[in-house]
């Protein structure tokens, strides 16, 4: 939170970068040797993104210089941060870059502030640096074991069949139980399937029964799925309940189609995921083997639900080794039992009680000694001595203190009234009226007959999960630009020609949206909100945070210019070329 405040408030409307950019610096900027500047006229000149300019100063805070890397960053995250569907600015002689550059001496000015009035010196602020530095060496070490770390083949292979299995499913649906148990019993009285499966569908009492279809494993219930999984070819499948109904399937063919890259590259990344867990627990162990003796014995028989939570505080004060590690305090029992009870933030009596908490003690054991034999050979590797990890605990600190000091300083101070919540909403009613909200569902298909047969299935009463599950010639996942995940989405949001289509179509109504000719989506409206004035009673909470933090904002530059009225600052940037 406190890095996302810094954050916020350093690239808040940032001009946008630009690769071939070069910037006109002043000569006193040349004179760090990490600088190496082409001169141009009285003025020296470097390329904003490149290494070999990243440390060339830009200005200088009472001592504390921002170099153009800083300045860079914060340009190409504006740049990132700006919506894909604007427009690019027109290119211009210039880039305005001193917005960006003033908030980052606002920033340093903030910092400085915050140093000189020793809310760095509070114990919370240390611990927190403390985590941040045994996070990083810990993240950097294993970066380092999984380093080379490759998929395994036959376990992507096997992966990727799993996925793109597809198949071919002769079904028929009950929506009645008493029907379905009638289907069951007759199935198990040896009767045959498909002239049960057309019996049921001519007295109207199932809906399919038609002819056997591929169904790609993408567009099956994770119920249907199990269940085909797990049936012999040719033989009908139990009752699978639904929330539509009892389905009877049979598989009669199973294929699997040789391209799906979106599922190839799922498998390699499960894969990839697993071989580099089994590669840190490996560096782990040899850690373990080169640095920590432990006493086995008295782990196995530490048991931390004996004698309920009396027990377990009688732990916390165990100062009994567990691990001795070499040049290093010992963990002791003590250490193993906050870290178990640090897993339960409600109390241990009902984990005691269920039996929970002795089935942390192997992973918390492995965390915690982990954590101590990860910070030794990070200090052995000496990690904590490179540049970039240096420079990121800067970073980290500067980010702490200028949050620490917005919180005690700046945000005391700020309040939003009603009136003035109420008077921004009443000169910004337009942006607080709701747009038509719709909650979609979709099926595609590779070409609109297929899915115009889908829909008249749909209009003749066909259940629409069902139809997804076995309707046959949907579009593979890769190949959709449209995804239905139950959020509810405004019309805004939707394409043009979808919100088109949808006009007019009220709950439970299907259209037609063709995204392409070999993309035809059936949708169904599963629910909608008509577009409405939003009331003042349900923009206030947001229009109140809008105001607070533009206060906040405006409080951090205000007290920023008074520090730049008694500090020095020497701005070395004179101009950003495109």
Request: charged fraction near 30%; proline fraction near 5%.
């Given at each position: 939170?406190?890095q ?9 409307a ?13 000569p ?22 490149s ?44 880039m ?12 340093r000015?903030?910092v ?16 927190a640096?403390d ?8 993240s ?19 992966l ?109 990344a ?11 627990r ?58 178990i009870g ?5 109390g ?23 954590a ?31 949050g ?60 629409f999960t ?7 010639e ?6 959709r630009?449209?995804?239905?995940d ?43 909100v008509?577009?409405?004035?939003q ?12 105001l ?31």
């Amino acid at each position: 939170m406190i890095q996302a405040t810094l954050l916020a408030f350093l690239t808040a409307a940032a001009p946008a970068g630009a690769p071939s950019a070069r910037v006109l610096l002043k000569p006193a900027a040349a004179a760090d040797p990490s600088c190496r500047a082409t001169r141009v006229d009285q003025l020296v000149a470097v390329p904003l993104f490149s290494p070999t300019s990243a440390q060339c100063p830009v200005a200088n805070v009472a001592g504390d210089v921002i170099v153009l890397r800083e300045l860079a960053e914060a340009l190409e995250v504006g740049h990132m941060s700006r919506s894909p569907n604007t427009a690019a600015p027109a290119k211009k002689p210039d880039m305005d870059f001193t917005p960006a550059l003033d908030r980052l001496i606002t920033s340093r000015l903030i910092v400085q502030e915050a140093r000189e009035m020793r809310l760095d010196a509070d114990p919370q602020f240390g611990t927190a640096i403390d985590e941040f530095k045994a996070s990083r060496l810990r993240s950097t070490l294993q970066q380092i074991a999984v380093k080379g770390v490759k998929p395994d083949a036959a376990e992507v292979e096997r992966l990727y069949r799993d996925a793109v299995r597809e198949f071919k499913v002769k079904s028929v649906l009950l929506e009645k139980e008493d029907a379905a148990k009638q289907f069951e019993a007759a199935l198990q009285g040896k009767q045959d399937f498909d002239a049960l499966a057309k019996k049921f569908v001519a007295e109207k009492k199932a809906k399919g029964g038609g002819k056997a279809e591929w169904v790609p494993p993408q567009h099956m219930l994770p119920e249907v799925r199990e269940a085909l999984e797990k049936a012999k070819p040719g033989v009908p499948t139990g009752l699978v309940k639904l929330a539509s109904g009892w389905a009877v399937m049979r598989v009669d063919g199973v294929r699997y189609p040789a391209k799906d890259a979106a599922a190839r590259a799922s498998a390699r990344a499960t894969s990839l995921a697993r071989m580099e867990r089994e590669a840190v627990r490996r560096f782990y162990q040899s850690l373990a083997k080169k640095y920590a003796t432990i006493d086995q014995a008295l782990l196995d028989k530490l048991d931390f639900e004996a004698n309920g939570e009396k027990g377990f505080d009688a732990l916390l004060q165990d100062k009994r080794p567990l691990v001795q590690i070499q040049g290093e305090k010992p963990v002791v029992v003590a250490d193993l039992a906050f870290e178990i009870g640090s897993k339960f933030f409600h109390g241990l009596e009902a984990p005691i009680r269920e039996h929970r908490v002795n089935r942390q003690k192997a992973e918390s054991f492995e965390r915690l000694l982990g954590a101590r034999l990860f910070a030794k050979e990070a200090v052995a590797r000496k990690l904590d001595a490179r540049p970039e990890y240096k420079r990121e605990v800067v970073e980290y600190e500067r980010a702490l203190a200028f949050g620490v000091f917005v919180d005690k300083v700046i945000k005391p101070d700020v309040k939003v009234t009603e009136d003035e919540a109420t008077r921004y909403y009443e000169q910004h009613k337009a942006d607080y009226t709701a747009p038509q909200m719709y909650k979609l569902d979709g099926i595609a298909f590779a070409t609109a007959r297929e899915a115009q047969s889908a829909l008249d299935k749909l209009n003749a009463g066909t259940d629409f999960t069902w139809l997804r599950t076995a309707a046959s010639e949907q579009l593979p996942l890769d190949k959709r630009t449209l995804r239905f995940d139950g959020s509810t989405v405004s019309v805004n949001s939707l394409p043009h020609g979808l919100a088109k289509a949808l006009t007019g179509a009220g709950t439970g109504a299907n259209r037609l949206y063709a995204a392409s000719d070999s993309e035809v989506y059936v949708v169904r409206v599963v629910d909608q909100v008509a577009a409405s004035p939003q009331p003042y009673v349900e923009a206030r909470e947001k229009i109140a945070k809008q105001l607070f933090n533009e206060k906040i904002a405006q409080g951090i530059r205000d007290y920023a210019a008074k520090l730049r009225k008694v500090q020095h600052v020497d701005v070395l940037i004179t101009r950003v070329t495109l």
